[in-house]
């Protein structure tokens, strides 16, 4: 249908940041721009007439990292990010037994919990799991992903099927197992069939346009208990040839075997930017370290708070070169998990020795949090892209300076500074690790307070973007890091029909209430799928 909305406050964020008040739509494309003076001139060319009352249109978000179909794997699970204490962890747990009926024969299987939240600052172990069944195996992940804790009697389910369970990362006195060690975990753990993984994925992708969405960049590979890349595969492309995924996905390939990525890329499995508008194979993606939370993040220097840790590397510097070169000499981007200094430099390193200068393939590091003034010189240098998260904050900077101390912490989640030393960030969540709502990454990035407005001034006040620099995070910017800055990411003609409209003025109402904007509308590709503006 050919729609005309009238009467906007319609901000294209192009490079003039143009405004207009008329917006015009023929078939998935912008086909008009203009202002109240031109419209009796062009609505007879439009089925439908919009006003939008001076509400305020926007392209539609893009969130730059996350894990769409983890998160719609989560959704299925015990969702525990709300736990204050391990007694109320027990509790949950048991409820959730209680209410889905399960029994020796079943799994329960959960997420989000965050040592930081509980009363007893401490990360539960597998007598306190023990507590909750005996009899079920339980295995409990914590939010950032990075570390999971199990039962005695999911320890005792995997010694059946393992010959051999040692690993730096396992402690089966404790149940806890990070990193790779997650992999003999999640090996006694079911995965979900080709159609559960299209229910779970169309679950996730509405979720996305009740929140402005229509674009996100996705790391899915890893996503079940059992790496299995070829289901994944195939089902987003059924769902995209179908005409069925209502969000476009760029998917980040995220590889840790190099023999497995050769194989993908020699028999053709994964070719750089195949695939339509909808699904189209993005980066190889790397997981070089863990998780601040969890001071799995890989550092130069002990952790201010546990003097004997530098974090965990899960590649070697030597197989990060070889992915790398691999990945420029297929002309395939890559971007590489790093969130401690350490990581970081390392990235940069390889990006250094194997990339041109220029960085045509636009290779980026994902999440970027503990970087160091000569870190973001070399990035600038290489041109290497940021995929940052704002909402990270709101947990973040009350852990920060305890875990690297206060003088490192003054360079670190450096959102203006990268801005204006012309780095290219992009937003995104993380999701699961946190929502994607997109408001309350923006009041984040704008305020660099937590969502309950805390420090007053915000914390490293001078890292805080403005709200047109938030907002192109969150668009173009994203766009930019997929090739895709001419097909989306700004409202101009000739563009994709992908917008938003909200509910109160971004760009007049109070920093601290950003987070309270309301989504009213929702299209992608020329189709209204969010309405609540009637």
């Known amino acids: 249908m050919n729609i005309l909305f009238i009467n906007g406050n319609i901000h294209s964020l192009d490079e003039n940041n143009s405004t207009y008040e008329v917006l015009g739509i023929k078939d998935n494309t912008i ?202 595969l195939k089902a987003f492309s059924e769902l995209s040839l179908e005409n069925k995924l209502p969000v476009r996905v760029y998917e980040q390939c995220l590889f840790e075997n190099i023999s497995e990525f050769k194989m993908y890329l020699n028999n053709n499995k994964i070719k750089f930017h195949s695939g339509n508008n909808f699904f189209k194979i993005g980066p190889l993606k790397l997981l070089l370290d863990g998780a601040l939370g969890g001071r799995t993040a890989l550092l130069n220097t002990p952790y201010e708070d546990d003097k004997n840790n530098l974090g965990i590397a899960n590649l070697d510097k030597s197989t990060l070169d070889e992915f790398i070169k691999i990945s420029n000499d297929n002309n395939m981007q890559v971007a590489v998990h790093a969130i401690g200094d350490k990581a970081i430099d390392w990235v940069l390193d390889s990006y250094e020795k194997f990339s041109e200068i220029s960085n045509p393939l636009r290779h980026g590091i994902v999440h970027c949090q503990l970087t160091t003034k000569n870190s973001l010189n070399k990035m600038k240098k290489l041109n290497t892209l940021a995929y940052i998260q704002p909402i990270f904050l709101h947990y973040d900077l009350h852990i920060v300076e305890n875990r690297i101390g206060t003088e490192k912490a003054k360079d670190t989640y450096a959102f203006n500074t990268m801005n204006n030393m012309g780095i290219s960030i992009s937003s995104g969540s993380d999701c699961p690790v946190e929502h994607f709502n997109v408001m309350n990454g923006i009041h984040c990035a704008v305020n660099r307070t937590d969502l309950q407005n805390y420090p007053k001034n915000g914390w490293l006040p001078n890292e805080k973007l403005s709200v047109l620099d938030a907002l192109k995070s969150y668009t173009i910017n994203g766009a930019y890091s997929s090739f895709e800055e001419n097909i989306k990411g700004t409202l101009e003609t000739g563009k994709l029909a992908d917008m938003v409209v909200l509910d109160k003025d971004i760009f007049s109402i109070e920093s601290n209430k950003i987070k309270n904007i309301n989504i009213l509308m929702t299209i992608v590709d020329g189709e209204i799928k969010v309405n609540k503006l009637i």
């Open 31 to 232: 086909s008009f721009l203009g202002h109240k003076s031109d419209i009796k001139n062009v609505q007879h060319e439009y089925e439908k007439i919009i006003n939008l009352d001076n509400k305020v249109m926007l392209p539609s978000f893009n969130d730059s990292h996350m894990h769409l179909l983890g998160y719609g794997y989560f959704k299925s699970k015990l969702n525990l990010s709300n736990c204050t204490s391990i007694d109320n962890l027990i509790t949950e747990s048991k409820n959730y037994i209680i209410y889905n009926k399960l029994n020796k024969n079943d799994m329960l299987i959960g997420r989000g919990w965050n040592q930081d939240n509980f009363k007893e600052k401490r990360i539960p172990t597998r007598l306190d799991l023990d507590k909750i069944s005996t009899e079920i195996p339980i295995i409990l992940k914590r939010a950032c992903g990075h570390i999971s804790i199990c039962n005695s009697k999911a320890i005792e389910l995997l010694k059946t099927t393992n010959e051999c369970l040692e690993n730096n990362h396992i402690n089966l006195e404790k149940g806890l197992f990070s990193e790779d060690g997650l992999n003999l975990l999640n090996s006694i753990i079911k995965n979900p069939s080709l159609e559960e993984l299209k229910k779970m994925i169309l679950l996730t992708c509405n979720e996305l346009l009740e929140n402005g969405i229509t674009s996100v960049q996705s790391d899915d590979f890893c996503a079940l208990p059992i790496r299995d890349c070829d289901i994944v």
